[in-house]
C-alpha cells in the first residue's frame, strides 16, 4: 500500500512538474504585443499541452454525454448538452489553429 502511495505522489508530481512551466509561458506569449504572428513556443505549448488536453476532454464529454443523454432528452435539452460536452471541445482541438488560443468565434 505505502508502495502505491509513493508511485502516486512521485507521477503526481512529475505531471505537476512538467505542466506548471507550460502555463508560465502561455502568460508570457499572450501579453506579446504583437496579434498577427504566432510565437514557436505557443505552437510548441499546444501541441504538448492543449491538444491532448482537449482530447482528453472530448472524450470525456462524450462518455459523460453518453450517460447523461437519457435524462437530457426527457428535459429536451440533448442539443445543448452535445454542443457542450462534445462539439466545443472538439472544435478547440481539432479547429483551432495551432498556437492561437485567443480564438473566438
Known sequence: MLNYRKTSMACLLIFVLMVFPLAALAEKVEKTPEQ????????SIDIVAARPLGLAATVLG???????????ALGGNSEE??????VSPAEYTFQRPLGDFDQED
Open 62 to 72: 462524450t462518455v459523460v454525454f453518453v450517460v447523461s443523454w437519457p435524462f437530457s
Open 81 to 86: 448538452t452535445w454542443n457542450t460536452l462534445v
Open 36 to 43: 498577427g504572428k504566432i510565437s514557436p513556443e505557443a505552437m
